[in-house]
T-cell receptor, first 113, second 115 residues
Framework: AQSVTQLDSHVSVSEGTPVLLRCNYS??????LFWYVQHPNKGLQLLLK??????LVKGINGFEAEFKKSETSFHLTKPSAHMSDAAEYFC???????????FGRGTSLIVHP | NAGVTQTPKFQVLKTGQSMTLQCAQD?????MSWYRQDPGMGLRLIHY???????DQGEVPNGYNVSRSTTEDFPLRLLSAAPSQTSVYFC??????????????FGSGTRLTVV
């Protein structure tokens, strides 16, 4: 069984300040973990993925995430928010080589000037 | 380098009408799936396929049919449209190697309104 919980439905930051989007997962076997971003009226774009290699994963647009097995977490961070980062972010888990992912409910990132 | 192509981008149907949402990928991915996205509900899996000739139901399959005759194509059929099927529909494809899934490529979506 697998599940994912995004701990915040909305996160509000000022431009230039750090971003933290939190994700906890549950998986009975080795998970593959992903973060996706969805800008308004757009499709989902892969930000980064963890597939049992390095625990600190770097993605596009300055985002990174750290896989912490002991905490079952995969939080997304960025040192300095930009206005263009305002979007919906989804944490996704799939177990082992399974094709069937489980999506979190999403976190809306709001960036204030 | 097209990725996943969905058509149409927008569609308005009358209750009771049927239609097919098209999805095609050119990456030779084994796995294809259909999701619907509704406000506050995240993405919910409708149907999926792990290869040509193999399909299965997801979380919300009622009112939808799929088939997978080729690796590239995975159409979604609405049999008799209902207002509850008003949503944004996404097609996605993926591949795995061993115990690792290498991520899902999404189409740009189809915004469907049933009146």
């Amino acid at each position: 069984a697998q599940s994912v919980t995004q701990l915040d439905s909305h996160v509000s930051v000022s431009e230039g300040t750090p971003v933290l989007l939190r994700c906890n997962y549950s998986s009975s076997y080795s998970p593959s973990l992903f973060w996706y971003v969805q800008h308004p009226n757009k499709g989902l774009q892969l930000l980064l993925k963890y597939t049992s290699a390095a625990t600190l994963v770097k993605g596009i647009n300055g985002f990174e995430a750290e896989f912490k097995k002991s905490e079952t977490s995969f939080h997304l961070t960025k040192p300095s928010a930009h206005m263009s980062d305002a979007a919906e972010y989804f944490c996704v888990v799939s177990t082992g080589g399974s094709y069937i992912p489980t999506f979190g409910r999403g976190t809306s990132l709001i960036v204030h000037p | 380098n097209a990725g996943v192509t969905q058509t149409p981008k927008f569609q308005v149907l009358k209750t009771g009408q049927s239609m097919t949402l098209q999805c095609a990928q050119d990456m030779n991915h084994e796995y294809m799936s259909w999701y619907r996205q509704d406000p506050g509900m995240g993405l919910r899996l409708i149907h999926y396929s792990v290869g040509a000739g193999i399909t299965d139901q997801g979380e919300v399959p009622n009112g939808y049919n799929v088939s997978r005759s080729t690796t590239e194509d995975f159409p979604l059929r609405l049999l008799s449209a209902a207002p509850s099927q008003t949503s944004v529909y996404f097609c996605a494809s993926s591949y795995s190697l061993g115990q690792s899934n290498y991520g899902y490529t999404f189409g740009s979506g189809t915004r469907l309104t049933v009146v």
